[in-house]
Each structure stands twice: as C-alpha cells, then as structure tokens.
C-alpha cells in the first residue's frame, strides 16, 4: 500500500522550532514531488511547501518562505518540514502530500494523491 | 499568485439532488485542476484530477469538466457519504492554491 505517515507535532512557543516527518511507504521519496498542505481548524487549505522528484527545486509559501525548509532523507524514504521562528499563526493541522505523477515525465498529474493524516502544530506561549 | 474562486460556499441537498460546484481561476491553468473531498477530522481525498480524469477508486457519479479559469464538479446523484466539503486546487504554478471550499450539507 503507497502510504504517508506524519509525526513530530505538538506544542512550540512563538518564536520556537519544530520539526514534523512523513514518513512514506510503497513508493520512493525520490521519484515523486512531495508536499506540504496545511489547514487551521475549521477553515480551508493552504499549500506550503513542495519538493520536486529527483535533483530538482524547493518551492515555499511566501508566508513561510525563510523560516521553512523542507527535505527528504532517502534512506529513511521520509520527507521533513523543520519550521523555525514560529508564530501563532502557523498553528495548524500539517498534512503531507505526494504527487500522483512520476516526476521528469513531462505532463504528468500534479494532483496530490496520497496524503498523510495529519499532525498537529500549536504555536502559543 | 493564482486566485481559485468556489461557488457556492455551501448547498444544501438531498440523497439523490444532481449538484455542481464552479470554480473559476484568476488566471488560466490549462487541465492544471484537481477536486478534492474532505470530511471533518480526516485528510482531503484526491477526486478529480487534470481536470476531468477520474482519480482511481472514485465512483463514477463524480464527474469534472473545464479548462484555463472555469471548472465544474458535478455529483450526478449525491449519496449520503458525499456531504463533505469539496476544494479545488490549481498546480499550473507555483504557489499552488486551493478554493476556499464548498461545503454539501444536508437539505
């Protein structure tokens, strides 16, 4: 089963750091962008960060552009969101997300067709 | 950046109502258009994507249409486990963006 599983999330005061993992599974972190999704409770979606497949760019938000970096690690096959100088208004429910298409194949989907269930992120004193 | 623009916010229907959702794109995204189905307290789930190919698993009543800035999803016939809330998304560019969703309540 291609699967994503997020953790590391929890309670940061403001100005604080955090990292939050997705680890994948029936799938190599190489061959797919991977992204970042995240949602405050109740409201709708808001993209943050993709990495694309292979060698290729990281694109960020520019809410988050600066403090956010995103990677992957290939030999634990996981993606990663470290978030430095957090603010209130980062608090969220993080989602990781894949893209359906193989990256390098020009036309492919880039819908997000696997998602990761979650975790949560509160940024408060 | 790309603005993605839903209507309604929210309808009402019942078992068995045809609906459809717009969406319309501040600027063009060629087929760069997916649907995606949320329910309360779980991750969204891929719907549509390039604008009209059904995702994998998805029932047939779930149809999308459209290209460069107006897009439709229709419900051919809404079964109870369709109220949710629907979103678009763009990924023609970067940054990607999300309609703020409309939500199929029950009539």
């Known amino acids: 089963d291609v699967q994503l599983l997020a953790s590391g999330g929890g309670l940061v005061q403001p100005g604080g750091s955090l990292r939050v993992s997705c680890a994948a599974s029936?799938?190599?972190?190489?061959?797919?962008?991977l992204s970042w999704v995240r949602q405050t409770p109740g409201q709708g979606l808001e993209w943050v960060s993709t990495?694309?497949?292979?060698?290729?760019?990281?694109w960020y938000a520019d809410s988050v552009q600066g403090r956010f970096t995103i990677s992957r690690d290939i030999s634990e096959n996981s993606l990663y969101l470290q978030m430095n100088r957090l603010r209130a208004e980062d608090t969220a429910i993080y989602y990781c997300?894949?893209?359906?298409?193989?990256?390098?194949?020009?036309?492919?989907?880039?819908?997000?067709?696997?998602w990761g269930h979650g975790t949560r992120v509160t940024v408060s004193s | 950046d790309i603005q993605m623009t839903q209507s309604p916010s929210s309808v009402s229907a019942s078992v068995g109502d045809r609906v459809t959702i717009t969406c319309r794109a501040s600027?063009?995204?060629?087929?760069?258009l997916a649907w995606y189905q949320q329910k309360p307290g779980i991750a969204p789930r891929l719907l549509i994507y390039?604008?009209?190919s059904l995702e994998s698993g998805v029932p047939s009543r779930f149809s999308g249409s459209g290209s460069g800035t107006y897009f439709t999803l229709t419900i051919s016939s809404l079964q109870p486990e369709d109220f949710a809330t629907y979103y678009c998304?763009?990924?023609?560019?970067?940054?990607?963006?999300f309609g703020q969703g409309t939500k199929v309540e029950v009539k």
């Open positions: 997300a894949k893209t359906r298409g193989v990256a390098g194949i020009p036309g492919a989907p880039r819908a997000f067709d696997i």
């Open positions: 029936g799938f190599s972190v190489v061959n797919h962008a």
């Open positions: 990495l694309s497949g292979g060698s290729g760019p990281t």
């Open positions: 600027q063009g995204v060629g087929s760069w």
């Open positions: 390039g604008a009209s």
């Open positions: 998304q763009q990924s023609g560019s970067f940054p990607r963006t």
